[in-house]
């Protein structure tokens, strides 16, 4: 397959100004495309060439395939890079771009189908002898009562097409059962238009641990360091960091194994995630695959030297890994990432949209900031609230938490709320300091301080 | 004039769609202008209305095989058809904002365009 030219960039904000930076080292062309509220964002000025693509809501722009195919059509790109959310693990999408001539930097339409489909890819992993938690064969229907009973409680009810937290409902003992599975239902309808669900045995205090992979089209499969995402508020993460302080070598060894074993069954190719949840006592259970490029890629990127988009690119170009092998899972010190999100942590992280009155971003050794965000922007309402994320790379993990509160603390941003307080706070926690943080660990920090301020779904 | 007349004047514009306000009391005057007013609201006021693309792609002055007659200088009606713009697998109308004269061409035949793209200016 020829290098690419040009690349469009089916995507906003700081993840499609990231992959605009690595297409210019290549030096490949960039094609930004943007709604009318993203006007004066930064991936539009950081891009070659800008379209504009439609109005600010994203049915209209960001996800509006035929304005985006469109808009590749018309610039002459060669290749569209998806980013994250929107059409990123959109089947349709893919084999849309594909049909259209053009690249689609990411996995092919099977492969989304058989891996980012929860139930399909859980399916995958039990075949390839992959661990997951005990649960329903597939989707549950009217015998569900059956099928939890077999599961044993607590059971975690997940929607089949979900992903982000949504749909997602626990159940710890039968007489909850019928209430959380309509509400389940009914979500995933509202949220993916589809109600299938599926039950798991709900694992209590697990730490979330991801693995990076990379494929290529001559059946290399890397597998880098594990990110450790325990720090989640309602299934959305907040912190991530790479090692995790729960895994050491011969862990990480199985756990790359295993995500090596399902790649290879599922003859995935392109850069991917495969996410297990962890229990105390060091099993793991494989949760989902992301077919795309995770927001938090940066910190794999950090402790391996990597640059993921490149590999991405490599891959889609049908070029081989630029590496292999066992070194692939060498981690050169420790690298913790913060997203700021425009929220106000004390109005129950409300978003705070408006003018970025001013921006100072920290700086200094070890500090990367991935932001489309400048002094005079203003964030719309649009989309995410996602506004910077905050990568601290030191030679070791205690190191890494006091670069993390220097540069915290230089952050300063004013005219908007940010979560830059919260993230002060994240680092003054106990257990996150002694590096046993569980999946449950922000939900009880955030709740301890206002016992009054009950949270209405603490589930969703 | 209090801190507190203050407050309730702003809390009642935000209410509705005012971006600049002028309010006199005994002798005293505040002006509140909001972030969505105008830099300059004494802006020339212009006749001409554009008709801008409604979509992203290939800007057709006629369906294939069919011709479509200068439009420069031509009287148009009000959603008079003034074209197509062309995406893979859909066609949308370009249609005049008003009713009244062609008076700027700013597109080509086969030429792209993107959303929200002024393609011509109407004088009503």
Known sequence: MAEFKKVLIANRGEIALRVIRTLREMGIRSVAIYSEADRSSTH???????????????GQSYLNQAAILSAAKITGADAVHPGYGFLSENAAFSKAVSEAGIVFIGPPPSAIQSLGYKSTARELAIRSG????????????KDFEKAAQAVGYPIMIKAAAGGGGKGMRIARSEGELMHQMHMAQSEA?????????????????PRHVEIQFAADSHGNVAAFPERDCSMQRRHQKLVEESPSPGVNKALRQRLAASAIKLVKASGYCGVGTVEFLMTQE??????????????????????????????QLLIA???????????????????????????????????????VLSWTPPGGPGIRLDS???AGYTIPSYYDSLIAKLIVWAPDRNSALARSRRALSEFQVSGINTTIPFHLKILENKDFIAGRADTGTLLRMTEAPQPAQKEAAPCA | MNINELASITAWMKKTDLTELL??????????????????????????????????????????GKSQAELEGRKVQENELLGYIEMPGARKQVNSPCAGTVRVVCIEDGKAVEYGQPLFFIEA
């Open chain 1, 44 to 58: 539009v000025s950081a891009a070659d060439e800008a379209v504009c693509i439609g109005p600010a809501p994203a």
């Open chain 1, 282 to 311: 060091d099993e793991f259970y494989f949760m989902e695959v992301n077919t795309r490029l995770q927001v938090e890629h940066p910190v794999t990127e950090l402790v391996t030297g990597m640059d993921l988009v490149r590999e």
């Open chain 1, 372 to 374: 489309h965000v400048y």
């Open chain 1, 130 to 141: 992959v661990p997951v938690t005990p649960g329903s064969k597939g989707l549950v229907s």
């Open chain 1, 317 to 355: 170009q049908g070029g081989a890994l630029s590496r292999k092998g066992e070194s692939t899972l060498e981690v050169n010190g420790h690298c913790i990432e913060h997203r700021i999100n425009a929220e106000n942590p004390d109005a129950n992280f409300a978003p705070s949209p408006g003018t």
């Open chain 2, 23 to 64: 309010y006199r009391k005994n002798g005293e005057s505040v002006e509140i202008r909001t972030e969505d007013a105008p830099l300059v609201s004494n802006m020339p006021s212009s006749s001409l209305s554009p008709a801008l693309s409604p979509a992203v792609g290939i800007y057709r002055a006629a369906l294939p």
């Open chain 1, 189 to 205: 309808k509202a949220g993916f238009g589809d109600d299938s669900v599926y039950f798991e045995r709900y694992v209590e205090r």
